[in-house]
């Protein structure tokens, strides 16, 4: 039964892509270890951890739609603008990214929150797929700028303004 379990798992394009698949392979004693619930490679930094009321959603593959309810969730609390930060930028960020693109959502990236899987070429190639087709990028900086509230005016006694169309 083994055997025929281990040729049904090599027909699948995951099987031969997969980098932690790959390691487990050549390194028998991470099978079950390796990005496994509970060790040290799941947990998320310490900066991160989920408050009261967050939402904590394992995926199973590279892409964070695939296979999970989060279409779902964000659909039901109509949430369509996404932000992207991560590692890494050319494997689980750009999938979800484009993933969410074709459930229609607006992704952005923060290029300076992500890092690549790979040569610094990657990042670029996948920024530049994301801006060109998917998304959009921006910097932490320049995002948190657009968040922050407009300063407002203030105007002598008697001043008025005007907008016109």
Known sequence: MTSILKLAARARPNYHKSNALKTMRQRPELQGKLLAKGGWDYQLVDELTPQEGDIVL???RY?????TP???ILRSR???HLVFTGIATNVCVESTLRDGFFLEYFGI???DATHQAG???AQQAALFNIETFFGWVSDVES????LSPATP???SQGETLCLNR
Do not use: M, Q
């Open 63 to 67: 892409s964070g739609f695939f296979n």
């Open 143 to 146: 995002f948190c700028h657009a």
């Open 109 to 111: 990236v923060l290029e």
């Open 58 to 60: 394992p995926k199973p």
């Open 70 to 72: 989060l279409d779902s």
């Open 153 to 155: 005016l203030s105007f």
């Open 119 to 121: 040569p610094a070429f």
């Open 78 to 80: 109509g949430i369509r």
